[in-house]
């Protein structure tokens, strides 16, 4: 009898050893698919988006603002604040995404924001106006403020560029401002747009088409004003076409109008150092 007690000792032994074994087993593969689902997207320019979603640019410098996909390996549109599943098609005239030859169709996503792990300490200018800079444009610093250049598809035109320097910190805060399209040969410039300032500027020859408009004159949009403590700048692009005898601009043209590239207000802080207490901004 105390060897059967004892063989049945074993065994219940062994079988509890077992289940904890597995029980074991079973949480660290729960955790290795929670942390794989977990798992974030790094577009390799220090920008990063969630599990599922697709980078709309790995440039360095982009911006955050569209910078995500909402879905994995996405079709990202000629316009890069929208986007189609993998092997649709963007047709932005139609508002739609389709796959041929099914002959399928399906809305188009708008694409949502990307982020990055910011480092506690003096934030730059590029730090400061990255969440709302779209990921079609990129930033670089400079001593004091800094430069934004876009690539812009508006719809289904060509792109265009558009690059601003930006000083929030010079005895007046100004913008410098230069619109180029090489197919056209478009190159031009405005500089030093003060704070105070409220400009919409026709860009010369330069042209978006709108579905059941035509062509569009392209204008940028800009204003600028300034403090001590921090600076509001407003700029886009937008564009206005005569329809029916009457000038229509911007939403009442198309949806995707206008799109703006810098609109907020951001602070002085780590950009001016010494110079936004020893000069006043207009």
């Not at 979603?53 to 909402?70: D, E, I, V």
Request: proline share 4%.
């Amino acid at each position: 009898s105390r060897v059967l007690a004892s063989n049945t000792h074993t065994r219940v032994f062994l079988r509890t050893r077992f289940l904890s074994a597995m029980l074991r087993a079973l949480l660290v593969g729960a955790v290795g698919v929670s942390m794989v689902a977990r798992e974030k997207v790094n577009c390799g320019n220090g920008n990063f988006c969630q599990h599922g979603q697709t980078c709309t640019s790995s440039s360095a410098g982009a911006g955050l603002r569209f910078g995500c996909a909402p879905v994995a390996n996405a079709s990202v549109c000629n316009d890069r604040r929208l986007s189609c599943n993998e092997g649709w098609a963007c047709d932005l005239e139609a508002d739609l995404c389709r796959r041929e030859p099914y002959g399928e169709s399906a809305s188009l996503f708008r694409n949502i924001d990307a982020h990055k792990p910011f480092t506690s300490g003096t934030e730059n200018f590029c730090d400061i106006v990255s969440k709302s800079l779209p990921a079609s444009c990129t930033c670089s610093n400079k001593p004091i403020g800094g430069t934004v250049f876009c690539k812009i598809g508006v719809l289904f035109s060509d792109h265009f560029g558009l690059k601003a320097d930006v000083d929030p910190c010079g005895d007046e805060a100004h913008i410098d401002l230069q619109v180029t399209e090489s197919r056209m040969g478009i190159n031009f410039t405005m500089a030093a747009i003060k704070a105070g300032d409220t400009e919409d500027i026709p860009i010369p020859g330069l042209t978006v088409g709108i579905p059941k408009v035509g062509d569009a004159d392209v204008d940028v949009a800009i204003l600028m004003q300034g403090s001590l403590e921090a600076f509001t700048v407003k700029l886009g692009v937008d564009a206005c076409a005569e329809t029916a005898g009457k000038k229509v601009c911007g939403a009442d043209l198309t949806k995707y109008l206008p799109f703006w590239i810098l609109d907020g207000t951001y602070s002085n802080k780590g950009i001016c150092g010494d110079r936004r207490y020893s000069q006043v901004m207009v």
